[in-house]
């Protein structure tokens, strides 16, 4: 089992650390979802564990060997992130198909096949120059070159932006089908969290440059509940737990609960409880200004 692996990795542009101190370890054969908030650091995140930006310090290896600069082992990895229509602050004029060959010589496991029979699932003009084509369709090439790179880590910033929703539904079940297929590792990162909650095996958050939650999505969800009612009800019922994101309104309250092994709100309390979805967990979590 491979294992891609981030120790105490510290990003510090000018005088603001974007990245403190981030630990993180994947495993192969995962599908991870990266959630955070605009600028919490998550595309910096990945650009680092991809050696596509050198970290201020710290260290990534892949089964113990050196990311930064070391090709046998960048061949096991991909980042796809969203073209820039721009280069240089001119119109980027490289027509899509020059881009996806360009990528098939990147990629030392580039499979051709599945690029094409993508290429047809989406609809995709490739004759189209970058700076002519839509949000939807620099998302579309995202996914191809992530899929057909058939790297063995491979990371999604966004890939779903701009894609329509029944464009969506087709990228995760041809990611899921890909996975189940080959057991490679996917980390995407989105903003659209509902409809990939059920994808995505281990759910990563990242707040304010730092990882505050690994887990797997299914045990998270099972033990986190929001618990409502009567406000002096609610503070007895949720008495010594670990509570998130208050509520108020006039007399009443309500609390995300993040339950540990064994706990369990008790039944002698007039409140209401409900599981959560991993976007409420998120904005328990995340939603607090600073």
């Known amino acids: 089992m491979s294992r891609l692996i981030a120790e105490n990795i510290v990003k510090t542009y000018g005088n603001k650390d974007v990245l403190h101190g981030i630990d993180l370890e994947l495993e192969s054969g995962k599908i991870y979802g990266l959630i955070g908030r605009n600028g ?21 290896t892949f089964d113990g060997a050196p990311v ?18 721009m ?5 980027n004029t490289m027509k899509v198909k020059e881009y996806l060959r360009m990528a098939s010589i990147f990629f030392p496991n580039w499979d051709q096949q599945m690029a094409d029979q993508l290429v047809k699932e989406f609809d995709l003009d490739v004759k189209k120059k970058i700076s002519k084509i839509s949000k ?17 880590f491979t990371f999604l910033d966004e ?3 701009g894609l329509d929703v029944v464009a969506r539904e087709k990228f995760y079940r041809i990611l899921v089908e890909e996975f189940m297929e080959t057991g490679r590792t996917f980390v995407v990162s989105t903003h659209i ?5 059920d994808v995505f095996e281990e759910v990563i958050i990242v ?25 002096e009800q609610v503070n007895q019922a949720v008495a010594g737990l670990e509570v998130h994101h208050e509520e108020h309104i006039g007399r009443s309250k309500g609390v995300a609960v993040m339950l540990k092994p064994g706990q369990v709100i008790p039944r002698q309390f007039d409140v209401d409880v409900q599981k ?14 600073a």
């Open 40 to 60: 919490a650091g998550k595309t910096t995140l990945l650009s680092i564990l991809t050696s596509q930006n050198p970290a201020s310090s710290g260290t990534v």
């Open 68 to 85: 930064w600069e070391n090709p046998d082992v960048l061949a096991h990895l991909c980042f796809s992130r969203e073209l820039n229509t």
């Open 87 to 91: 280069v240089g602050g001119s119109a």
């Open 136 to 152: 939807g369709m620099l998302s579309m090439i995202t996914i191809i070159v992530a899929l057909a790179s058939k790297a063995e």
């Open 159 to 161: 890939p779903v932006a």
């Open 193 to 197: 969290i509902e409809e990939a909650a």
């Open 207 to 231: 707040d304010r440059g730092k990882i505050i939650l690994k887990e797997n999505t299914v045990e998270l969800l099972e033990r986190c509940v929001h618990v409502s009612g009567h406000e």
């Open 276 to 289: 959560m979805s991993l976007q409420k967990v998120f904005v328990a979590l995340c939603g607090e200004d």
